[in-house]
Nanobody, 116 residues
Framework: QVQLVESGGGLVQAGGSLRLSCAASGSTNSIITIGWYRQAPGKERELVADMSSSNGNTNYADSVKGRFTISRDNAKNTVYLEMNSLKPEDTAVYYC?????????WGQGTQVTVSS
């Protein structure tokens, strides 16, 4: 089992920045990828960014490339999402996700609201 706890969401004006954190605990040694998804009201959950545990390769949604950065601190078992130049369309609940071969784990989500 893997436990994921997100933090760092909040209300910010357009053009502002936020940093989300996801602290992982439990059986983290077999995680293949870890990253962030988001779900806006009335929309499906979508990938924002993720990172390979083996080589650190990253993957971003086109809508956030150049604005968001995913990073990790292995010593703290924590993954971050630095979000800059935020837009109202970035408003959503952001979920941390950890994927193993046959299992997928989710955090409880953190709300990000960007006002225009």
């Amino acid at each position: 089992q893997v436990q994921l706890v997100e933090s760092g969401g909040g209300l910010v004006q357009a053009g502002g920045s936020l940093r989300l954190s996801c602290a992982a605990s439990g059986s983290t040694n077999s995680i293949i990828t870890i990253g962030w998804y988001r779900q806006a009201p009335g929309k499906e959950r979508e990938l924002v960014a993720d990172m390979s545990s083996s080589n650190g390769n990253t993957n971003y949604a086109d809508s956030v490339k150049g604005r968001f950065t995913i990073s990790r601190d292995n010593a703290k078992n924590t993954v971050y999402l630095e979000m800059n130049s935020l837009k109202p369309e970035d408003t959503a609940v952001y979920y941390c996700n950890a994927a193993k071969v046959f299992e997928r784990y989710w955090g409880q989500g953190t709300q990000v609201t960007v006002s225009s």
